[in-house]
């Protein structure tokens, strides 16, 4: 057998040359105290550090509202822990719906109750203006200059306008969060003293037909007093209605040809606007809010 013959002996084919991967000979050959598959540097035994991923840039997502169990508490009825016993047996509705679900998230504007009665977790706040002429009385913003513009910085709950008054009117305008007033004076109307100055004279015949109601497109109008104001001339007068909308007052003289100059509402309920100047806001006395019980 020739030397080459000898070289040869015992060799295993494979791809390319050199010892095939795992082979005796190749564990043979490693470094002393290196395993197989060890990193250059490794020493024996040690852990290899998995690279870090480097942090995302976006931000975590904000969660929309707060906790129904939070809502609850805040309202003053219970503790969260309550409020989740209570969630938990079918006693608190969203927006019409029974919610079991734990953590739960819902926003200030759902309609949430508690054994039937919708709660609030804002504390309740009435705030009386003197509106100016030329802000309307919504809460839409995209109607330019609105009567929420002058309270602004009233309340930090978040009260709205009861009633309203137009663009071009001016007077009392009452704006509370208290859900129950709300609905109360909806239903049962709140006496407003306007003053009316028209066009021309009112004459003396129209103020009896306003007086003893009359009917607009099927519906019956009904006013609480009208009266000629004091030293002025007749084209001036006092309407006592308990209406809460604003053209209804110009539908009234449109009815009898009488265009309105300038509509002013001088006493809301109780309410007066002494010491109140026009474009001011004032934060109802606890004697005024409980005159509200007795409507």
Aim: include cysteine; aromatic fraction near 6%.
């Amino acid at each position: 057998m020739s030397k080459n013959d000898k070289r040869g002996k015992g060799k295993t084919s494979g791809r390319g040359s050199g010892n095939p991967r795992g082979s005796n000979t190749a564990r043979a050959n490693a470094p002393k105290g290196k395993k197989d598959g060890a990193r250059p540097g490794q020493k024996d035994g040690e852990r290899v550090q998995k690279t870090k991923q480097p942090a995302s840039n976006k931000p975590a997502k904000k969660l929309e509202g707060i906790r129904l169990n939070k809502y609850i508490s805040n309202s003053g009825i219970c503790s969260r822990r309550e409020a989740d016993t209570f969630i938990a047996t079918g006693l608190v509705t969203v927006n019409g719906k029974i919610i079991n679900e734990m953590g739960y998230r819902v926003k200030l504007e759902d309609d949430i109750r508690f054994d039937g009665r919708r709660i609030n977790p804002e504390p309740m706040s009435y705030v009386l203006l003197n509106k100016p002429k030329g802000f309307a009385t919504t809460t839409s913003e995209s109607k330019g200059n609105t009567v929420m513009d002058l309270v602004s910085n009233a309340s930090n709950s978040r009260i709205t306008p009861i009633g309203r008054l137009g663009r071009n009117a001016t007077g009392l305008l009452l704006f509370t969060n208290d859900d129950k007033l709300k609905e109360k004076l909806s239903k049962k109307g709140m006496s407003r003293l306007f003053h009316v100055e028209l066009d021309k004279n009112l004459k003396s015949a129209d103020i009896q037909k306003i007086r003893e109601g009359f009917t607009i497109g099927g519906k019956k109008i009904e006013i609480e007093e009208i009266s000629y104001v004091d030293g002025k001339s007749k084209k001036e007068v006092g309407l006592k209605i308990k209406h809460m909308g604003n053209s209804v007052i110009r539908d009234i003289f449109a009815h009898f040809e009488y265009d309105i100059v300038h509509l002013d509402c001088v006493t809301l309920a109780h309410l007066t606007k002494k010491d109140l100047p026009r474009g001011k806001w004032k934060i109802l006395t606890n004697e005024e809010l409980n005159l509200f019980s007795m409507l």
